[in-house]
T-cell receptor, first 113, second 110 residues
Framework: EAQVTQNPRYLITVTGKKLTVTCSQNMNHEYMSWYRQDPGLGLRQIYY???????DKGDVPEGYKVSRKEKRNFPLILESPSPNQTSLYFC????????????FGSGTRLTVV | GQQVMQIPQYQHVQEGEDFTTYCNSSTTLSNIQWYKQRPGGHPVFLIQLVKSGEVKKQKRLTFQFGEAKKNSSLHITATQTTDVGTYFCAGQVGTYKYIFGTGTRLKVLA
């Protein structure tokens, strides 16, 4: 089944403890992206990647890191999480990143205390 | 900065009534996409509109792209309880760059 897989689905952590949210897609998509969803603010882009080893900042990149060493994987790294990073995170992918719809993962609900 | 506003934020309708959500951009869009997110779920791609004035239909859903390519609408005829969810538009404002609207949460009362 064609899908984007995120893990974990839920995560509670403490301020400052590094964490990684994994994202993997099995559709051979070139483009992958991370979003955070907060009430009243919709989906805001954190980082995106057009291909292996090519990444760029979205609208809210502060406090996040990404890497794209393989086409299928695009992990999101929070080096020192803070409470304002408590949010619902979605990974998404598409063939080209423009002109075709995104496939979203099931989401990761992160709480930083 | 570039913004995509979506109204209304919430809409409650009786089952069988029609529903419309509107998307307005501060800049011209290359194309616009629509997504549906069920409660507790993730956004699911519905459709993409590319041409000025384009109208597309999917069963009871009608999507329009404005002549100036700065606004769009989604209209649902005779809503059903399965239509419940949040509807997002996403406008392409640059290469690889889409801006999502804030979403319209639809509740359908049986």
């Amino acid at each position: 089944e064609a899908q984007v897989t995120q893990n974990p689905r839920y995560l509670i952590t403490v301020t400052g403890k590094k964490l990684t949210v994994t994202c993997s897609q099995n559709m051979n998509h070139e483009y992958m992206s991370w979003y955070r969803q907060d009430p009243g603010l919709g989906l805001r882009q954190i980082y995106y990647s057009m291909n292996v080893e090519v990444t760029d900042k979205g609208d809210v990149p502060e406090g996040y890191k990404v890497s794209r060493k393989e086409k299928r994987n695009f992990p999101l790294i929070l080096e020192s999480p803070s409470p304002n990073q408590t949010s619902l995170y979605f990974c998404a992918s598409s063939f080209r990143g423009q002109g075709d719809g995104y496939t979203f993962g099931s989401g990761t609900r992160l709480t930083v205390v | 900065g570039q913004q995509v506003m979506q109204i209304p934020q919430y809409q409650h309708v009786q089952e069988g009534e029609d529903f419309t959500t509107y998307c307005n951009s501060s800049t011209t869009l290359s194309n616009i996409q629509w997504y549906k997110q069920r409660p507790g779920g993730h956004p699911v791609f519905l459709i993409q509109l590319v041409k000025s004035g384009e109208v597309k239909k999917q069963k009871r859903l009608t999507f329009q792209f404005g002549e100036a390519k700065k606004n769009s609408s989604l209209h649902i005829t005779a809503t059903q309880t399965t239509d419940v969810g949040t509807y997002f538009c996403a406008g392409q404002v640059g290469t690889y760059k889409y801006i999502f609207g804030t979403g319209t949460r639809l509740k359908v009362l049986a």
